[in-house]
Structure formats: C-alpha cells, structure tokens
C-alpha cells in the first residue's frame, strides 16, 4: 500500500484586508479586546464580485504549479467548505471546471473546522487503496458575508474570515514518508454550541424575513464551551494518533493548530509541552478561515521553508459538530 506525500501546496485570499479597527465603527468592541482575547490583527474578507470558488481554484492551481502537474493529471478532488457559493451542488465541481479538470470525481466535504484534516484523511484512503493516485485537496470558506456585523454578533464576527488552501497529494512507495496516521472524532451531542440554525429544509417556509431578523440565520456560538473542549480535544487527539505510530509530542517538527483563537493554539501548545519553534500560528493575519487555517498555513511554512524533509508535521482541529482530529505526516 502507497503512502500519501504532498507534492504540492497553494493558498490565496482576498485582496481586501480587514484590520480590528474597522469593527470599532460598527459595533460595541476595540482593538484592544480583539486582540488580547483572540491574537487576531486583521483578515481578509471577500468584496462584492469575489467568489469562494474563484480563492479555491487560485489556491489549487498554485498548489499544482508547485507539485509540477497540470489539472487534467488530477484523478479526483476533495474539497471541504461550509461556505459554498450555492446551496447546491457544492464548489468542488465549480473548481473542477475552473481548472478544466477532466470529469474526475469532486466530492464536497463539510465537517466545519475539521474539514481540512477529514479531506486528507478521505484522500489518504483513496491513494493507499490504490483507486486514485493525484488527489487534490481543498480547504475553503467565505464566512464574512454569513456574520452579523454589529454589537449582537460582534463574538463571531471578529474572528471568521475568507481564503483557502489547498494540496495535492500523490502517492509514495516510502514507508516512512506521507501521511502516517489520523485520529478523527466527532460528538453530535454538542451540535448546537456551534451551529447555524437556519435556513434548513425542515424550516417552512424555507426563507422568512421575521427569523432573518431574530438573527437564525447566523453563526451561534457557545464560546466558553467550544473553547473549552477545543483547549482538551485537540492535544488528547493529538497523543492518540502520535501513540498509534509510537511517536510522542517531542518528535513533532511542526505543529500546525487549527487557527481559531490564539490563546486556544497556546493552551494546545502548553497541554502537549511544546516549544514555540515547534507551532506555527497565523490568526493574526487571517483570522479564522475556519477549513482553510490549516492548509494556509501548511503553504506559508513551505513556502518559507519552515518544513524540511524529514520532519514530522502534525495537523489538529476542533470545530463545530463537535468536530475534531489530527492528521501526522513525515515530510
Ligand atoms: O473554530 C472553532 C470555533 N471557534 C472557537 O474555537 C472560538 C472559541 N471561543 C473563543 O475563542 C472565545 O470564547 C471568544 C473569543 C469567542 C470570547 O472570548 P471570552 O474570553 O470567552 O469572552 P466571553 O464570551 O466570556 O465574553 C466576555 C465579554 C462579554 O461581555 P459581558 O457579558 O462580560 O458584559 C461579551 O459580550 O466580552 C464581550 N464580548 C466582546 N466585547 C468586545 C464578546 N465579543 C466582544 C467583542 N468586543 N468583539
């Protein structure tokens, strides 16, 4: 059995930066708490006219420059959003067409926060059943036109933001190299901490201005909660998939956390006894980018050549399900 090595890394966000400043206008909050209680300096958020699809194809076709392959080498897609353009069908098969893929399989993942780390974990299993060899992976959202952008949304709206990231993975007959191992969980049981109720298709009508109004159809967050069991997941998974492969958190190259708090990606890092050469954080600059934080971040670090071969890279996630998981590959 092939394991999955990255051949490829890309990203792209919108042009338009938001810094914390910008919120001051418009609801009850400042800088100051934006950035004590979150790390978060500014994100990027999408203008009228940019797409979701537009940010994951850029991200795609950097990634495959960077893995030396074209699109029509591609034998499937996976591609994690909560945030497509369209209620249906989802943006991996707009992103397919973009790409002028041929008509390969692009399968729309949801998984919030997670999605990054499911996709690669679905992807792996394709690539070491043999059945897909070049599979490209993205992570995506626009999040910023789903917030409520005054003082009643103001501890969601500070922290999402728009981007993605995206690799492409192909397989390697190294048995020490790739993807060596995933953990992944969920517990339904806390849906609603996180979620956005509406509009579902229960709902009739599907659309009503009144519940518009009441705030249903935005972000619903139990932040002390979700903060609470991101801090404990995120390092106990961690440990569960480095034990699977007899490794320990002092192995760990890099750890990328999934970008949602600063101070959630410093307790993480304290929990597991990690240096900070060892954890690389970006909210500072993005925000959260909910299933694109980590592969943007995976680009930077390649990128700046902060991952080198042989190093042991650990992804983790925790997000709204709840959702999480980690993903461990050797460089
Ligand atoms: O990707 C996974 C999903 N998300 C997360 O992982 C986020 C997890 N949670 C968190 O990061 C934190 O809970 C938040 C950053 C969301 C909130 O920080 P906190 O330290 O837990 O604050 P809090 O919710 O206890 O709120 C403290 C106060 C409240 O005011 P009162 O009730 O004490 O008067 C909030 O209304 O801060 C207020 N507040 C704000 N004030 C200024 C909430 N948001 C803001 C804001 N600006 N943007």
Redesign the pocket.
């Known amino acids: 059995m092939p394991n999955s090595i990255v051949l490829g890394t890309g990203r792209s966000v919108p042009a338009r930066s938001v810094p914390n400043r910008e ?1 001051e206008a418009v ?4 800088d100051e ?2 950035r004590t ?2 790390g978060i300096e500014s994100r990027h958020w999408i203008s009228p006219g940019e797409t979701g699809v537009e940010l994951g194809r850029r991200a795609a076709v950097a990634a495959l420059e960077m893995a030396g392959i074209g699109a029509t080498d591609l034998d499937a897609i996976v591609y994690a959003t909560i945030t497509p353009d369209h209620f249906l069908p989802g943006n991996g098969v707009f992103v397919q067409r973009a790409l002028g893929a041929n008509s390969i399989p692009a399968i729309d993942i949801r998984q ?2 997670s999605g990054f780390v499911y996709a690669l974990a679905i992807a792996d299993g394709f690539i070491k059943a043999g059945v897909y060899r070049r599979v490209l992976v993205v992570g995506q959202e626009v999040q910023s036109t789903r917030m409520d952008v005054s003082t009643r949304g ?7 933001a728009d981007g993605a990231g995206a690799v492409v993975l192909g397989p390697c007959d190294d048995p020490q190299r790739g993807i060596l191992g995933y953990d992944l969980h969920t517990d339904g049981r806390l849906a609603e901490k ?1 979620w956005v109720d509406e509009p579902g298709a229960i709902r009739i009508p599907t659309i009503d201005q009144g519940r518009y109004q009441e705030g249903r159809y935005f972000l619903e ?1 139990d ?2 909660e ?2 609470r069991h ?1 801090t404990q997941r995120m390092p106990e998974s961690v440990q569960t998939c480095l034990g699977k492969l007899n490794l320990t958190p002092a192995d760990i190259s890099l750890l990328i956390p ?4 600063l ?2 990606s410093e307790a993480v890092q304290k929990g597991l006894g990690l240096s900070d050469a060892q954890v690389y954080n970006n909210i500072q600059r993005y925000g ?1 980018t ?1 299933a694109a ?1 980590i592969p943007i971040a995976l680009d930077e670090c390649v990128r700046a050549s902060r991952i080198e071969p042989g190093d042991l890279v650990v992804l983790t ?4 399900g709840f959702a999480w998981g980690t993903v461990a590959l050797r460089w």
């Open positions: 919120f609801m009850d909050t400042t708490w934006i209680r979150t919030q926060c103001r501890h969601t709206a500070v922290l999402f996180l967050m932040g002390k979700v903060y991101a999934h970008q949602a708090n101070r959630i959260n909910t934080t996630a925790f997000g709204s």
